[in-house]
């Protein structure tokens, strides 16, 4: 089965920003949903943002007004732009194909997860 491949990832000062991309096999991207997750230190992960097939898109309360979720379906790619970066946010990101609620994009979820990235390391620095 192939990967899903996560970049982007880096060091970055509070209030900077960073995109995170996630490349997909093709019949990944087109069967699921895509989200992201985060873990931090000593945290359990938790769902970050969902965009579904059509576009729409669902963000944690932490990330909203700040990050944004799209998608590229000629590259088969998922993006997570953020900005106004805090310590808070430090984490491992990682991409994950989802199954689709039905009604409509929600916050992902470990139990709706198909597949797994890698993860990638973000550190905001104060």
């Known amino acids: 089965q192939g990967q899903l491949v996560e970049s982007g990832g880096g060091s970055v000062q509070a209030g900077g920003s960073l995109r995170l991309s996630c490349s997909a096999p093709?019949?990944?991207?087109?069967?699921?949903?895509m989200g992201w997750f985060r873990q931090g230190p000593g945290t359990e992960r938790e769902g970050v943002a969902t965009?579904?097939?059509?576009?729409?898109?669902y963000y944690a309360e932490f990330v909203k007004g700040r990050f944004s979720i799209s998608k590229d379906d000629a590259k088969n790619t998922v993006y997570l732009e953020m900005n106004t970066l805090k310590p808070e946010d430090t984490a491992e990101y990682y991409c994950?194909?989802?199954?689709?609620?039905?009604?409509?994009?929600?916050?992902?979820?470990?139990?709706?997860?198909?597949?797994w990235g890698q993860g990638t390391q973000v550190t905001v620095s104060s």
């Open positions: 965009i579904n097939k059509g576009g729409n898109t």
């Open positions: 093709r019949y990944v991207y087109k069967s699921y949903c």
């Open positions: 994950a194909a989802l199954y689709c609620d039905t009604q409509g994009p929600t916050l992902p979820t470990i139990p709706s997860v198909v597949q």
